[in-house]
């Protein structure tokens, strides 16, 4: 498997293990799924799946989906880390950016400690 992948209450969760992965993962993911990313810092690119649901998942899931987050990035070590959310539609990946870089036009931040989670796969 390409991912690492998590299971939260009804959602799956999907971390991607390299910038080439991070980017295959974005182009997988639906525009309504929700991607997350520790804010300045090298690390996984996440996506919470929204099954093409215009939904948001509760916030009980966005902060451990930003726990998971946190922790697959280079800032594990912190006692809390920033982590930005937000629907992929608005993660695109511009001409010419390294492997796993992208531009967001749209984020919310949450501050959250980062936990390792149980792998499922």
Same mark, same amino acid.
């Given at each position: 498997?390409?991912?690492?992948?998590?299971?939260?209450?009804?959602?799956?969760?999907?971390?991607?293990?390299?910038?080439?992965?991070?980017?295959?993962?974005?182009?997988?993911?639906?525009?309504?799924?929700?991607?997350?990313?520790?804010? &300045?810092?090298?690390?996984?690119?996440?996506?919470?799946?929204?099954?093409?649901?215009?939904?948001?998942?509760?916030?009980?899931?966005?902060?451990?989906?930003?726990?998971?987050?946190?922790?697959?990035?280079?800032?594990? &070590?912190?006692?809390?880390?920033?982590?930005?959310?937000?629907?992929?539609?608005?993660?695109?990946?511009?001409? &010419?950016?390294?492997?796993?870089?992208?531009?967001?036009d749209k984020e919310?931040?949450?501050l959250v400690k980062?936990?390792?989670?149980?792998?499922?796969?």
């Open positions: 498997m390409p991912f690492r992948t998590f299971i939260l209450g009804n959602y799956e969760i999907r971390v991607g293990k390299s910038a080439t992965l991070n980017d295959e993962l974005l182009k997988l993911s639906h525009k309504e799924d929700i991607w997350l990313h520790a804010r &300045g810092v090298p690390g996984s690119h996440v996506i919470i799946q929204m099954n093409r649901s215009n939904d948001f998942p509760p916030t009980n899931i966005i902060e451990k989906a930003a726990e998971i987050t946190a922790f697959y990035s280079k800032a594990k &070590g912190s006692s809390l880390v920033p982590v930005i959310f937000t629907k992929r539609k608005y993660v695109r990946k511009g001409k &010419g950016l390294p492997p796993g870089a992208v531009f967001v919310d931040v949450i980062p936990t390792e989670p149980i792998e499922l796969n």
